[in-house]
């Protein structure tokens, strides 16, 4: 009932940034909290940042605190996760998430968009 597609992933060096996206579409898809989790090689998924349907309140894992900014925009169905001083610690395969507790629970997953952070 809910799709999301990620966008904007790539090879980038340590210190540098990139900006995800994630379009939603289909039933409700637009009026759930909303957020990012990844998954690098041999570990698995965890927890990066959520943003409540109005954009109003926002959390991150401690690891990406100061670094990472997540926000959308309601009326264009999209997701976007600013990512600033890049680790090589944060490539992973990044994933777009929505439901009604996406901390814990998420409903709906994308299908993934590959970071890579080179040293």
């Known amino acids: 009932q809910v799709q999301l597609v990620e966008s904007g992933g790539g090879l980038v060096q340590a210190g540098g940034s990139l900006r995800l996206s994630c379009a939603a579409s289909?039933?409700?898809?637009?009026?759930?909290?909303m957020g990012w989790f990844r998954q690098a090689p041999g570990k698995e998924r965890e927890f990066v940042a959520a943003i409540s349907w109005s954009g109003g309140t926002t959390g991150y894992a401690d690891s990406v605190k100061g670094r990472f900014t997540i926000s959308r925009d309601n009326a264009k169905n999209t997701l976007y996760l600013q990512m600033n001083s890049l680790k090589p610690e944060d490539t992973a395969v990044y994933y777009c998430v929505a439901g009604i507790v996406v901390l814990t629970t998420p409903d709906y997953w994308g299908q993934g968009t590959q970071v890579t952070v080179s040293s």
């Open positions: 289909g039933r409700t898809g637009s009026s759930y909290a």
